[in-house]
């Protein structure tokens, strides 16, 4: 399958968080709980200005099909629910574990390791004037998860713009 990513050099800095919570940790990862309250943000969004959590539910739970799985549309609903609770508790478990290791010397040398990463990245773009994450990855010796996850870190901070295309069948 291909994965095709492809990242053009760019300056849009959309950084327009005005809330209290830091954009980023100190490490320069992102605030988990700025990320959660930003997508909150853009659900309620959709759903109008006047509506609330209550009336996302019903339009969520509107849209499903009655007996769609075997279950009424609230039962399926409550599964979902579930099922994202279970997620983010999973998650909340890996990071206190992960936290135990990450002592504030660790995750300095974490931003100037990503920090290094993100010039080398800039440069290899300077000079072909486009990548995409397979090839940004061999060329910084990094996974190609790592590559994907340096250009989200990129993109969102403005250094890069991206230009994403279906993959191609395998």
């Not at 599964?79 to 609770?85: A, N």
């Amino acid at each position: 399958m291909a994965n095709i990513m492809e990242i053009n050099m760019g300056s849009n800095d959309k950084n327009t968080h005005s809330g209290s919570e830091p954009k980023h940790a100190p490490s320069g990862a992102p605030n988990p709980m700025t990320m959660g309250m930003e997508m909150a943000e853009k659900m309620m969004a959709q759903m109008g200005q006047s509506a609330g959590p209550m009336a996302m539910m019903q339009k969520m739970t509107a849209q499903m099909k009655p007996g769609e799985g075997g279950k009424a549309p609230m039962e399926q609903m409550m599964g979902m629910c579930m099922g994202m609770c279970g997620e983010i508790l999973t998650s909340m478990r890996q990071t206190t574990a992960m936290a135990a290791f990450a002592t504030p010397e660790l995750s300095m040398m974490f931003a100037e390791w990503m920090a290094t990463l993100e010039d080398k990245a800039l440069e290899i773009l300077k000079q072909t004037g486009a990548a995409d994450a397979a090839g940004l990855a061999k060329a910084l010796s990094i996974s190609e998860e790592g590559a994907v996850y340096l250009i989200a870190h990129l993109a969102k901070t403005g250094k890069v713009s991206l230009r994403v295309e279906a993959a191609k069948a395998p």
